[in-house]
């Protein structure tokens, strides 16, 4: 059984009659704690998910030795004297967990069956539980001190610490918020109505947990309706851009040879053709394919009619030319508007970081001189355009998240 950060019973029907003696029986600190965890592992809360547990009870009735309950650390950490721990249980007054006759073991009381957890069952749970948020996640509140600051209120059932995966460190962390669960709605609300709480000095932010869930779908809508209106702003510029690059000027290439160059691309062409202007090449040395994008209108078509069956000699390679059309053009045109338009956003990012760095730039002013030099260079020969329109393993455009996801992914 992996042991959870809920340390609290879950404890709703009435009593079992007999009982009457130990409600008051003078319980220690300890003694309490013993009570508040055994009452928790044969809890409500607990059952509903600890299959351990519910293997353990499957067995023998639903007894549960002492030997396999002090394999649990944290009521280990409490007492491995089995006399303390069943001396203590007899002296709680919810009569949930029942000792065996030779105090060996443990069960959940046979009238005290657990309840099925529908959706009825889950709405009625949430009437009475409330979200606490302001403890400290960095100074390692532990669920003890928790358990410790609820004690005091009347009756909580269950505590929940609410912890997110924490992917540098690959561990789960307290997120510094609470669920926590009282036995009755009124119990619930009572704990609402008495005014600003706080912890260690700290005001706590309390509501219901429908409450925290409905401002939680709130929160998530908006910000996918952000993230909708910042890629519709996106798409527009993506649109104007697209608009400007000419259609009929994108030759797709196949049969390139393992050491063929961009120039030699370009060499091949200006000897068909020397009025054709380069506005990028689409190609990596060692592919065996790649694209030729020119500057003009329907440039790619004046190329095409200068071939033979569409094939041109580049190097040693007999290579396939083709001209890109109808859908193919505009999904290629597209991914290089989008291309076009990160690197706008990124030339505009880049230079308010330069803002105030005067100094460092002036240090590093050869070689930033001498990229510049390359990269107008680049230009003026058609290979400073964009980078390679990305893809992924397969050849094709990575997915893109929805808004939906992305909103809910910065809600967590």
Known sequence: MTETDVQAPAVEETKPEGNEENVTATVSTTEAAII??????????????????????????????????????RLKSLSEDKKVIVDA??????????????????????????????EERRQEIYARTVYVKGFAPQNGTTMSELVEFFEPFTKVTNIVMRKYHDKPTKKYLFKG????????????????AQGPLKYKGKELIC?????????????????????????RKKEEGNNALLAQLPTGACVFMEGLGKETTRESIKEAIRALDETLEFAYIDYQKGDASGYV?????????????????????????????E???????????????????????????????????????????????RKRDRNAEQQEDGDGDEPPV?????????????AESEAKAAAE
């Open 36 to 73: 508040r965890q055994l009452e928790y592992y044969f809890g409500d809360a607990n059952l509903a998910k600890d299959k351990f547990m519910k293997d353990q009870i499957a067995k023998d009735e639903g007894w549960v030795p002492l030997d396999v309950l002090l394999t649990f650390k």
């Open 89 to 118: 249980i007899a002296k709680s007054d919810e009569g949930l967990v029942e000792v065996s006759e030779d105090r060996e073991k443990l069960r959940r009381h046979p009238e005290r069956p657990l309840p099925e957890m529908n």
């Open 177 to 192: 918020s609470v669920f926590v669960t009282f036995a009755e709605k009124e119990q619930c609300e009572k704990f609402l």
């Open 207 to 231: 509501k219901m947990q429908n409450d925290y869930y409905e401002a939680k779908k709130v929160e998530i809508k908006e910000r996918a309706e952000k993230i909708e209106e910042r890629k």
């Open 293 to 321: 994008r020119f500057n003009k209108q329907d440039a790619g078509k004046q190329l095409l009619e200068k071939l033979t069956d569409k094939k041109l000699k580049i190097d040693d390679a007999e290579v396939t030319a």
């Open 323 to 369: 001209l890109l059309v109808d859908e193919k053009e505009t999904e290629y045109l597209k991914k290089i508007a989008e291309e076009q338009a990160k690197r706008k956003v990124n030339a505009k990012n880049k230079g308010r970081g330069n803002r105030g760095n005067n100094n460092r730039n002036h240090h590093s002013g050869g070689n930033n001189k």
């Open 390 to 402: 990305k893809k992924d393993a397969t050849g094709k455009e990575a997915t893109k998240p929805t």
